[in-house]
């Protein structure tokens, strides 16, 4: 396994939108074990897309299960090719991203969604999420399509911020 470079805004690749998978293979569940180890490494993620790492294929990986507060999840998710089919109510939440590491903000999304997707062997998957899961589940979904947590800012003057700390162990940068 091995650690991947994180690319960063204003990396061009951050804005295209990822093509499907089609391919199940062992090359496929090598790269999910790199984007693993690669979030893990990062600063408290509790997501991380494919094109994070400049890869423009559907995947993302998600675990809400290691909050600081529990919340409602599923535990550690491995999706290919996620789709969200339902949307249910709205809720304002502070953001911050693996691409955009000096800035959080807060973001309107979706407080219930129903989603589907294939695990890393091509086999359906469905799940219902709510909170804090279906908030980081639409964030990283938003990658897929070419997009980050700033584009859905209402107003950059706002809803920006200045992050404050960003590293494991939730110690302040100098």
């Not at 294939?118 to 998957?125: L, V």
């Not at 980081?136 to 800012?153: K, P, S, T």
């Not at 911020?161 to 939730?170: A, H, T």
């Amino acid at each position: 396994m091995a650690i991947l470079d994180i690319l960063r805004l204003p990396d061009p690749r951050l804005k295209e939108v990822s093509q499907e998978v089609e391919r199940f293979d062992d090359e496929l569940l090598a790269f999910i074990d790199d984007l693993e180890e690669t979030r893990q490494a990062g600063p408290a993620a509790v997501g991380i897309a494919a094109p994070q790492v400049g890869r423009l294929q559907r995947v993302v990986i998600i675990d809400c299960s290691t909050t600081r507060k529990p919340v409602p999840n599923h535990g550690r998710l491995v999706l290919v090719n996620p789709e969200i089919t339902e949307w249910d109510g709205f809720e304002l939440g502070r953001e911050g991203c693996l691409s955009v590491p000096d800035y959080t903000g807060n973001v309107i999304r979706a407080e219930r969604i129903k989603m589907h997707a294939m695990t890393p062997e091509g086999e359906p998957q469905e799940f219902e999420m709510e909170g804090y899961e279906a908030r980081a589940l639409q964030h990283e979904v938003d990658h897929l399509d070419g997009m980050l947590f700033i584009d859905r800012l209402v107003s950059r003057r706002t809803d920006l911020f200045q992050r404050k700390v960003y590293q494991k162990g939730g110690k302040k940068r100098k």
